[in-house]
């Protein structure tokens, strides 16, 4: 039986707590109803389950349940939040913002608002990831009704200013989306102290099930107007139709109930685990951390490294690591990553660039076989690309 390699791509997707699993199960087999069925108990049951769901995604991030508005997934989420609110602010204006480093499913559907019309303003970020929140004041106008920044970044784990950039928002009246996907249950979020008006989420970044994600979507001051993209059936207030998926729901829930209550522990051991791993391989010359040094996610490790080929370095990896060159969702296309191009790399450092994604099962003694292997990998690699 082959020896399958140590896990280390948690932020492309995280396996399913069995603790979830268990939660899920009875919903796929027992309590099986459609939660719109309200005239009899498999209904209630279903719907019962799907409120106390609600109850907790939304204590998660400080909303009320009826904010949370269930979806396929955050790339749905995005689509949602930035279609929904470009169509049905037209009349306000069309100039919206976001950062070079977002997901593709934030950049994508900007592009798409691009052609129907709307100014796009895409800002650079600080070699460090971050946003200049001196370039976002400046890029505000009279008709901005946008401005969508990733909470934590998928590929180099920066945590932006979240409160800094809702205040500026909420003061010129401008809604503020931010993509969670890779924060929820690893990073405290306040949507209300934050001034944050739309909020992407999704269940399998964080042991949940596939399939599951969620919109919070801003109901009182001021209560956020969304063009809904998905017809049919007036599900989740009008907002998103489609019978709810009561087990990935129930999934979803459990699996942010569980990351909340072990967020402290969980942060201070993935921060071991990483310093671990980057301290054995910063002792190699020519070693770049990519991203800032501490304002990231704990488990998130991007490096740089000078004198050999990407996808030899890959390739060299997977025997006993499965890690990552950048997003997953891009992973078929042989190019460096627009995150790591927009940190100000040269395409060939950022082309030879690894991210370790460190999760909930991932051990001390497994961060000394990856160094261990890395380093080999990379000084044998170097050798034969002649690296001084």
Known sequence: MSIRPIYLDNHATTPVDERVLAAMLPYFTENFGNPSSNSHVYGWEAAAAVQQAREILAAAINATPEEIIFTSGATEANNLAIKGVAEA????????????????????????????????????????????????????????????????NNEIGVLQPLTEIGEMCRDRQIIFHTDAAQ????????????????????????????????????????????APQQHGGGHERGMRSGTLYTPQ???????VEIALAEQATETQRLTQ???????????????????HPTQRLAGNLNISVEGVDGAALSLGLQPVA???????CTSTTIAPTHVLMALGHAEQLAYASV??????????????????????????????????
């Open 89 to 152: 602010y037209f009349s306000q204006g069309q100039h919206i913002i976001t950062l070079a480093t977002e997901h593709k499913a934030v950049l994508d559907p900007y592009q798409y608002l691009k052609t129907l019309g709307f100014a796009v303003t895409i800002l650079p970020v600080q070699k460090d990831g971050l946003i200049d929140l001196t370039e976002l004041e400046k890029a505000f106008r009279p008709d901005t009704i946008l401005v969508s920044v990733m909470a934590a």
């Open 183 to 226: 924060a929820i249950g690893k990073i405290p979020l306040d949507v209300q102290a934050s001034q944050i008006n739309l909020m992407s989420l999704t269940a399998h970044k964080v042991y949940g099930p596939k399939g599951i994600g969620a919109l919070y979507v801003q109901r009182r001051n001021p209560r956020v107007q969304l």
């Open 249 to 255: 729901i129930v999934g979803f829930s459990k699996a």
């Open 273 to 291: 685990l990483r310093q671990r791993l980057w301290e054995s391989l910063s002792h190699l010359q020519g070693i770049h951390l990519n991203g």
């Open 322 to 328: 499965a890690v990552s060159s950048g997003s997953a």
């Open 355 to 388: 991210r370790f994604g460190i999760g909930r099962f991932n051990t001390l003694a497994e961060m000394d076989i990856v160094a261990k292997h890395a380093i080999a990998t990379i000084e044998s690699l170097r050798q034969q690309f002649s690296y001084l």
